[in-house]
């Protein structure tokens, strides 16, 4: 009898052990020391991210931080295209279509810097505005802020406003995720990590 009890214990010794290794190797690898980030990945040829699941949202402000690595350099088959913006966190409003009505993050690699932007959708109508050009690896704290008639952007403490023509008194909708194009898919894997506000962003 004491042999297939030691089995099992070595077995489960062994799943114990591997875990323990999976758990080091996700902490060795976190963009954050708190490992609280998670991944997006967009694959070559797509312009959906992994982690999209649908989620509703209902908020008067949407805080992150965000970090991208190296695969946010790309060049695009079109020079024109170099300058669409890609899509990276935000939410619809007004509970409608993303199209119709909703705010978010936009980034895009030109002119030789990482940059992000303001993009809106008000009936239908696309606006965005640059907000700022940021660093490779740099963790960024980022909020979308419904005030009223407006969105108010704020990255790193410095804030912008854009238009909000969404009726409902939050903004109500779902979660938007980040995505590639444009025009274009991804010409190769892009990785992006988003996660909690950090205490360390904001230093600018």
């Known amino acids: 009898m004491k042999a297939p009890i030691l089995l099992v214990a070595a077995a489960l010794l062994l799943a114990s052990c591997s875990k323990m290794a999976e758990a080091i190797v996700d902490k060795a690898t976190s963009p954050t020391?708190?490992?609280?980030?998670?991944?997006?990945?967009?694959?070559?040829?797509?312009?959906?991210?992994?982690?999209?699941?649908?989620?509703?949202?209902?908020?008067t402000e949407m805080k992150?931080?965000?970090?991208?690595?190296?695969?946010?350099?790309?060049?695009?088959?079109?020079?024109?295209?170099?300058?669409?913006?890609?899509?990276?966190?935000?939410?619809?409003?007004?509970?409608?279509?993303?199209?119709?009505?909703?705010?978010?993050?936009?980034?895009?690699?030109?002119?030789?810097?990482?940059?992000?932007?303001?993009?809106?959708?008000?009936?239908?109508?696309?606006?965005?505005?640059?907000?700022?050009?940021?660093?490779?690896?740099?963790?960024?704290?980022?909020?979308?802020?419904?005030?009223?008639?407006?969105?108010l952007f704020t990255v790193n403490g410095v804030s912008t406003q854009l238009p909000r023509l969404a009726t409902t008194e939050k903004a109500k909708g779902y979660q938007l995720y980040p995505y590639f194009g444009g025009d274009e898919t991804a010409p190769h894997q892009v990785n992006i990590w988003i996660g909690p506000l950090s205490p360390g962003g904001g230093s600018r």
């Open 64 to 151: 992150f931080a965000v970090k991208f690595d190296s695969t946010a350099i790309y060049e695009t088959m079109s020079p024109e295209n170099q300058y669409d913006i890609n899509k990276l966190y935000g939410f619809s409003d007004n509970n409608s279509n993303h199209h119709q009505y909703s705010a978010r993050f936009g980034w895009r690699w030109s002119d030789k810097a990482l940059r992000l932007f303001a993009y809106v959708y008000n009936e239908g109508a696309v606006l965005s505005k640059e907000l700022t050009t940021i660093a490779i690896g740099e963790e960024i704290n980022c909020s979308i802020k419904v005030t009223g008639s407006n969105y």
């Open 33 to 59: 020391p708190t490992g609280q980030f998670i991944k997006y990945t967009i694959e070559k040829g797509n312009q959906y991210c992994n982690n999209n699941s649908l989620k509703a949202i209902e908020t």
